[in-house]
């Protein structure tokens, strides 16, 4: 079974695909060795670890690089968070996409944000049509950010993500990524009156796992949450180190080195 068909099948579940985010091929082996049975990249903490603010400035080349390495030490699927494909150009767009699955990948997430619902459907008919042309898979997951960038009137958000969500699905859209949309009743909602397999991001106040399997989600992100509270440590650590010099904050539960090493053998 191909990587893709693998992927496709882990969204056809009862408790969510739990998709703790890697940004980088280290945090991405990590995440592998604890059982993960996919890995997805953070499209911001992917960013920072490249040197770039988050918000579609991140050089194509640079997104290649890094997606070379993550595969290299992978053996579970890998969805990659692309933007907005890095490009207004829908074709573009389809031959970026066809260069991350000439390496391997197995998904990505496409995002609309403040572009028009009708170039993001662009986008993904002309990456369906490409993959079509190369006899390739790949599963599409279409975020919609209605409830994340306030797209729409609160009131109106579930519904304006189910005019989205099927516009998206008849585009060939395999997956519906809804992000900071928390609240059960606007989860039923949409579950209800889409085709698509929902995905949310953890967020305060958002139900556990089980309760969202019972929901109906199939598929829930930590977004950039990990490599946040990654670097959140890292600057506690760094502070302390530049302003005592002190030692022992480091041995405060490091992962040993022999382990990390481990993870690349």
């Given at each position: 079974?191909?990587?893709?068909?693998?992927?496709?099948?882990?969204?056809?579940?009862?408790?969510?695909?739990?998709?703790?985010?890697?940004?980088?091929?280290?945090?991405?082996?990590?995440?592998?060795?604890?059982?993960?049975?996919?890995?997805?990249?953070?499209?911001?903490?992917?960013?920072?670890?490249?040197?770039?603010?988050?918000?579609?400035?991140?050089?194509?080349?640079?997104?290649?690089?890094?997606?070379?390495?993550?595969?290299?030490?992978?053996?579970?699927?890998?969805?990659v968070d692309i933007e907005n494909g890095y490009s207004d150009n829908p074709k573009t767009v389809a031959d970026h996409v066809m260069q991350l699955v000439d390496l391997g990948i197995a998904?990505?997430?496409?995002?609309?944000?403040?572009?028009?619902?009708?170039?993001?459907?662009?986008?993904?008919?002309?990456?369906?049509?490409?993959?079509?042309?190369?006899?390739?898979?790949?599963?599409?997951?279409?975020?919609?950010?209605?409830?994340?960038?306030?797209?729409?009137?609160?009131?109106?958000?579930?519904?304006?993500?189910?005019?989205?969500?099927?516009?998206?699905?008849?585009?060939?859209?395999?997956?519906?990524?809804?992000?900071?949309?928390?609240?059960?009743?606007?989860?039923?909602?949409?579950?209800?009156?889409?085709?698509?397999?929902?995905?949310?991001?953890?967020?305060?106040?958002?139900?556990?796992?089980?309760?969202?399997?019972?929901?109906?989600?199939?598929?829930?992100?930590?977004?950039?949450?990990?490599?946040?509270?990654?670097?959140?440590?890292a600057k506690a650590l760094a502070q302390d180190f530049l302003k005592d010099g002190r030692s022992e904050a480091l041995d405060n539960d490091p992962l040993p080195y022999s382990e990390i090493?481990?993870?690349?053998?």
């Open positions: 079974m191909s990587n893709v068909n693998t992927f496709r099948q882990l969204h056809d579940n009862s408790v969510p695909l739990r998709l703790p985010n890697a940004w980088d091929a280290g945090s991405a082996r990590l995440i592998e060795s604890l059982g993960a049975p996919a890995i997805a990249t953070t499209s911001a903490g992917f960013a920072w670890a490249l040197g770039y603010p988050d918000g579609r400035v991140l050089p194509f080349d640079e997104v290649v690089g890094s997606v070379r390495r993550i595969v290299r030490v992978l053996n579970v699927p890998l969805s998904g990505i997430n496409i995002e609309d944000g403040s572009d028009p619902a009708s170039l993001l459907a662009l986008k993904i008919e002309a990456i369906k049509h490409a993959l079509v042309k190369s006899g390739s898979d790949l599963f599409v997951n279409a975020r919609s950010d209605v409830f994340l960038a306030g797209l729409a009137e609160k009131s109106k958000q579930p519904q304006e993500s189910i005019a989205r969500g099927n516009l998206y699905a008849s585009a060939g859209a395999d997956g519906l990524f809804l992000p900071a949309l928390a609240q059960s009743s606007d989860i039923e909602t949409i579950v209800g009156a889409t085709r698509l397999p929902l995905n949310v991001m953890a967020v305060p106040g958002l139900a556990d796992a089980a309760t969202l399997g019972k929901l109906g989600v199939r598929r829930l992100s930590a977004g950039s949450g990990i490599s946040q509270v990654v670097l959140g440590k090493q481990n993870l690349f053998v």
